[in-house]
């Protein structure tokens, strides 16, 4: 009852001759009440006899997102027919609509959002986000988690996205473009022996790398290019400006680093500052 004096619940007709019950109820999701209260959502009046809030553009709070959805676009065949469109093949039963995955990122993310999907499957949760990137300007950023049961990753989930990247001739021979402003990369876990052994310390600090390339968004090696041994160091660019530097442990590292300090200060490109990251097997 405080939530419905606050205007967080919103009672409505249900329309669809298939739902038995005549009214729905839908609540306000804590994000969006906590925008409310910070100001980022403006609430311009309440509905006629209720408290139900309305905010932007004349929409009534929580009504983007209905409880059910009933809409042909979200049935499962919708999602099958796209995915054998974009392989030519049935390799992956009962895939999700994109509709319906593009409707719930389109109501739940901003457009810098990171977007997580740890049961990958076909690889739609991609495919969506890079389309509502298409058609919003977002930035968004989706990671893929699969463990690649029957080769699924590289068979379907990777498979398809390529595709739909790089663009693709559907079933009926068509020429379908592709979401080109985007990029798509593919790493495998493996394990690292515990044994602190040299040789154990050294692949876990070369597989570090991939890692850091992530997190800072630089994914061009130019390690050998620029002159360097790729035992000794690796340097990764984003290719507008910015440059990420890797240092392994070796008896060299302090001549390294300081032949990195004068290719760094050699370069006319630089539109950040350098990190440099240093890995020792030693105190």
């Not at 049935?90 to 409707?103: D, M, S, T, V, W």
Request: glycine share 8%; charged share 25%.
């Amino acid at each position: 009852m405080k939530d419905w004096g606050n205007g967080y619940i919103k009672v409505s007709s249900n329309t669809s001759d298939k739902n038995p019950n005549k009214f729905s109820v839908q609540y306000l999701p804590e994000g969006v009440i906590k925008k409310i209260k910070t100001g980022e959502l403006d609430v311009i009046g309440t509905e006629e006899g209720r408290p139900t809030l309305f905010f932007g553009e004349n929409k009534t709070v929580g009504s983007e997102i209905p409880t059910i959805w009933f809409e042909k676009l979200f049935y499962t065949n919708k999602g099958s027919g796209l995915l054998k469109d974009i392989l030519l093949n049935n390799k992956f039963a009962y895939p999700k609509p994109i509709e319906l995955i593009f409707e719930t990122l389109k109501g739940t993310s901003q457009s810098g959002s990171v977007i997580l999907d740890f049961f990958a499957g076909s690889g739609t949760t991609l495919h969506a986000t890079m389309q509502l990137n298409s058609e919003d300007g977002g930035n968004r950023q989706c990671i893929l988690v699969t463990n690649n049961e029957n080769n699924i990753c590289e068979e379907v989930t990777y498979e398809r996205n390529r595709r739909v990247i790089q663009g693709y001739t559907n079933s009926k021979g068509e020429w379908v473009a592709g979401l080109s402003n985007n990029n798509l990369r593919y790493y495998k876990t493996e394990f690292v022996p515990s044994a602190k052994t040299e040789i154990n310390r050294r692949r876990l600090t070369q597989l570090s790398t991939e890692l850091l390339q992530i997190k800072e968004d630089c994914y061009t090696d130019i390690t050998e290019a620029e002159g360097f041994d790729l035992n000794h160091c690796s340097i990764h660019t984003n290719e507008r400006g910015k440059y990420t530097i890797v240092v392994y442990y070796s008896r060299t590292q302090i001549e390294v680093t300081e032949q990195l300090c004068v290719w760094i200060a050699s370069r006319t490109d630089i539109t950040e500052k350098v990190k440099i990251y240093g890995f020792s097997s030693e105190p």
